[in-house]
């Protein structure tokens, strides 16, 4: 059931916040909304049960003017799901385990298009960011929606991407060790729809192709689901709260900004991708100069996740 342009009381008994109305706001053709009238401070059942049902629909909500504390961050981020902390960062100024922060004054700015730790074999399943500082101008967020860029692939792409799987890991917090395999196109445990489950952060290599092969794919599907019409970009607020399925979508910071950007995220406990079981062994080179493009993948084979 599409909620995007119903009227408040076409949702039952969703709350309104003091005397406002609810409005949710369709922000791109492809995904996004904003919200108001939501007082996420105060969120019980019936407002979790109503997230979760704008979040099949729009895979991003986006909350101004909610000025969230830590705790009440932390406690809403716990409606959801069992919370975990960052596996190889640390905070730079908030002594919370349940709470990730990045602070660009600290090189915290992720301006590579990542579907958050795609490296672990359950990722988390949603995120729920606050921003705490923003620029006044720059420093915006895209997300795209992967569902719509599978959709868009031609029929013997598809075909081809439903039989591969992907290893990915933590190079890019200097943890190359930490690696997971999961398919290239997972299937979305709510709606069935099927998502590219690739990213240019965390994803190293097609495992059932040649390292030459899979970079020319991994290229291909990294670029197209940034493609504008599977995107929407976001313009921050201080006190603004964003929620994303991790499960569909992809983000990216534009890095076009001076000055502090502090986000605080709390992250919902993952569940494990599922996807077509793949119709081809892995495929590293056995020795000479070239299997050096190897080493990882054979590590991943003979041990297994770090």
């Not at 950007?261 to 080179?285: C, F, M, N």
Request: some cysteine; aromatic content about 8%.
């Amino acid at each position: 059931m599409a909620l995007t342009d119903e009227t408040p009381s076409d949702f039952g008994d969703a709350p309104a916040s003091g005397a406002d109305a609810l409005t949710v706001d369709r922000l791109s053709p492809s995904l996004g909304a904003e919200v108001r009238g939501l007082a996420l401070a105060d969120a019980g059942p019936d407002e979790v049960a109503l997230i979760d049902r704008l979040l099949v629909e729009h895979m991003v909500l986006f909350f101004p003017e909610q000025q969230l504390t830590l705790d009440q961050h932390v406690t809403l981020g716990a409606r959801f799901g069992p919370l975990e902390g960052h596996p190889n960062l640390k905070n730079p100024f908030t002594d919370r385990d349940e709470i990730f922060e990045i602070a660009a004054s600290r090189g915290g700015v992720a301006d590579e298009w990542h579907t958050d730790l795609t490296f672990r074999e359950s990722p988390s399943v949603l995120s729920i960011l606050n921003m705490v500082e923003c620029p006044d101008t720059g420093g915006d967020t895209m997300w795209a929606n992967l569902c719509d860029a599978y959709d868009a692939l031609s029929a013997p792409m598809q075909e081809l991407c439903n039989g591969l799987t992907a290893l990915h890991d933590a190079q890019a917090h200097k943890r190359p060790e930490r690696m997971a395999v999961h398919p290239v196109v997972r299937v979305h445990p709510v709606t069935g729809r099927r998502a590219l489950y690739v990213n240019q952060h965390f994803t190293r290599r097609i495992v059932e192709l040649d390292h030459r092969e899979s970079d020319a794919l991994l290229g291909l599907l990294t670029q197209w689901v940034a493609q504008d019409e599977f995107t929407v970009r976001y313009r921050w607020s201080k006190g603004t709260v964003a929620m994303w399925d991790n499960r569909c979508t992809q983000h990216r910071v534009v890095n076009d900004f001076g000055g502090e950007r502090l986000i605080q995220r709390v992250t919902v406990s993952g569940d494990r991708p599922e996807g077509d079981e793949p119709r081809w062994a892995p495929h590293p080179k056995h020795g000479g100069a070239l299997s050096r493009f190897d080493w990882q993948l054979h590590d991943f084979l003979e041990n297994g996740t770090g």
